[in-house]
């Protein structure tokens, strides 16, 4: 893997992609899934280094959609015939978010007769928390560790943020019965490329389903924005990382992230020529899009969702990929986990 990580010839990269794209069509077949992203709420009780939308953010906008907005937003996924939706947001513990995310799952399974699949993607929780959200319909969360190392995680966190908990976050939710997601940020200041080897090491020994991992992007009003940055080198390592994770883990789902079409025009269907398999467009309403943004240069922050899909959809097909037009398309590696505990 470090090896790969080092490498800069087109031709063997090349190589390793088709690699990688072959592995995921043996493993998890040809199709690419889609899952309609909402981002319903930048409000944050947290303070990550990196993030555009950390609580000390004061040049941002806060805003959270009401109920009927995120259904209306679930419902038209359901009608562009996308499988699932993702929910995400920044993070808050408090009862009235908690009752708020209940009350909406229950809506949105009754709403699109128990058909739209639900990821939530709503950062560290009580366990109590995670099995209300479950019992109540979601099925997936993604939750990144951001990277595998206490030590870097620590410097690119306040102190009342930990490493540790995040991690038993991820066991307690595989407890519970989801299908658990992960990733990291690559490209991140201070990251080497055997922190990177750690995360596919840590992906594996965790036995996660799915893999949500993307260029770490500068915001220009965050305190690791001056900690330098190379789009261009960042961008080549996040693909490798695609197609390293896809050898290793085989029959996970692998996204391929909006981060990387922040870096590349084409940065997505690259993705997926390396090994992913799923893409997350955003049906977020237009005009909450520049109010989420994550790091700088995000990009379709002026599209609206049925935009999104035509674009996606052409972009699938230069990959040379088949979408997976209303289908869950869960995680081969969790029906598989599945057999093996019954
Ligand atoms: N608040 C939840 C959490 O942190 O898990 C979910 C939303 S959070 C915005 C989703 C992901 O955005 C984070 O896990 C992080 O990896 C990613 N992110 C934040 N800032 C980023 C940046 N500057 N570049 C790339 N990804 C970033
Ligand atoms: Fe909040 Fe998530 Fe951003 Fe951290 S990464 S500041 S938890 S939204």
């Not at 907005?69 to 009862?95: F, N, T």
């Not at 290793?248 to 992230?257: E, G």
């Amino acid at each position: 893997m470090r090896k790969w990580l080092n490498e800069k010839d087109p031709r063997k990269l090349e190589e390793l992609f088709g690699e990688a794209r072959a592995c995921a069509i043996r493993h998890v077949g040809p199709k690419v899934y889609f899952r309609g992203i909402i981002e319903f709420s930048n409000l944050c009780a947290k303070d990550c280094y990196y993030c555009g939308i950390r609580k000390s953010n004061a040049n941002v906008i806060r805003f959270a959609m009401e109920e009927g907005e995120i259904l209306e937003c679930a419902m038209a996924a359901q009608e562009m015939d996308y499988g699932s939706i993702v929910l995400q947001s920044g993070e808050r513990q408090d009862e009235i978010y908690v009752r708020f995310i209940e009350d909406i799952l229950h809506k949105i399974k009754a709403a699109t007769a128990e058909k739209l699949g639900i990821t939530l993607s709503l950062g560290e929780q009580t366990a109590e928390t995670y099995e209300r959200w479950f019992r109540a319909g979601a099925h997936r969360y993604l939750l990144r560790i951001e990277t595998s190392s206490p030590v870097l995680y620590k410097r690119l966190h306040p102190e009342n943020h930990f490493f540790e908990v995040r991690r038993e976050c991820l066991r307690t939710l595989r407890r519970i019965g989801y299908q658990v997601g992960t990733g990291v940020m690559i490209g991140l200041p201070f990251q080497t490329h055997e922190h990177l080897v750690d995360d596919i090491l840590f992906f594996r020994d965790e036995d996660v389903d799915m893999i949500g991992m993307g260029p770490y992007v500068p915001h220009e009003d965050t305190p690791l924005v001056s900690a330098g940055h190379d789009p261009a080198e960042n961008f080549r390592l996040g693909l490798v990382m695609i197609a390293l994770t896809r050898l290793v883990l085989k029959d996970v789902n692998i996204a391929a992230t909006t981060a990387l079409q922040a870096l590349d025009p084409s940065g997505r269907e690259k993705g997926v020529q390396a090994g992913a398999n799923i893409i997350m467009p955003n049906i977020t309403p237009t005009d909450y899009r520049k109010f989420y943004q994550l790091y700088n240069h995000k990009p379709c922050l002026d599209e609206n969702a049925r935009q999104c899909r035509s674009c996606l959809e052409r972009r699938i097909q230069v990959a040379g990929a088949e979408i997976g037009y209303g289908e869950w398309g869960d995680s081969k590696h969790f029906s598989g986990r599945q057999k093996n505990s019954i």
